[in-house]
């Protein structure tokens, strides 16, 4: 029985199919690659803006002028170049030309401080010769007469000398008001004719000692 029941799954179970051979392997559609990122262009530098003197000049220059103008010179380098242009213009001269030349200069100016000199020697003469004014007349005109002064003898003690107080009495200028003030002087009294409380008048005079500039004249009252 168990052999045919074998035999029964046997013939019904059918033959497998041959493998079929192996079809040559179509090629994968491969996907497309991510394109790499191109590099980002580096930001361009800003140009720096021209000068305010080369924008005039820009503007100034003629549309055909390529080359620019050349730059302005200063007042010394004018100078050098015109100083340059005029030697260059003078002749070409030889040691011995500018050496006479010198020669000639020096001669003139000798001249000249030749006349000079004899001006101011015939300029002395005559103010030598001259009559000189007199003295004693410009002296006289020159000189005021001498300050006269009164007041009272306020001692008499020493020898030949008196103390004589004086009396200044004077209006301000601005409120008008009474201004009174007193000084004291030394005076010569020879004769020791003053004496205390005198009313006297004394003169100006040269100095007679080291505090005395002043001489007794005459006694105007006596002290009573």
Not at 58 to 77: F, H, I, K, T
Not at 165 to 187: D, F, G, L, P, Q
């Amino acid at each position: 029985m168990a052999d045919e029941e074998e035999k029964e799954t046997t013939e019904e179970t059918p033959a497998e199919p041959e493998a079929a051979e192996p079809e040559a392997a179509e090629p994968e559609a491969t996907e497309p690659e991510a394109a790499e990122p191109e590099p980002e262009p580096e930001a361009a530098e800003p140009e720096p803006e021209p000068a305010a003197a080369d924008v005039d000049s820009e503007e100034d220059r003629p549309a055909g002028d390529v080359n620019p103008p050349p730059p302005a010179l200063s007042r010394a380098q004018q100078r050098t170049e015109a100083k340059q242009a005029a030697a260059s213009q003078r002749p070409t001269r030889t040691p011995e030309e500018r050496q006479a030349e010198r020669d000639a200069e020096r001669k003139r100016k000798a001249e000249q401080r030749r006349r000079r000199r004899v001006k101011e020697r015939e300029k002395a003469k005559a103010s030598k010769s001259a009559p000189a004014e007199p003295v004693a007349a410009v002296h006289a005109e020159t000189t005021g007469q001498p300050k006269t002064r009164t007041g009272r003898v306020v001692s008499d003690k020493a020898d030949q000398t008196i103390t004589v107080r004086i009396e200044n009495t004077r209006r301000h200028r601005r409120y008008e008001k009474v201004m009174r003030s007193t000084s004291t002087m030394h005076a010569h009294d020879a004769s020791n004719d003053a004496h205390e409380g005198d009313l006297v008048r004394v003169v100006e005079s040269r100095p007679l000692s080291r505090t005395k500039r002043w001489r007794l004249v005459e006694v105007l009252e006596r002290a009573r």
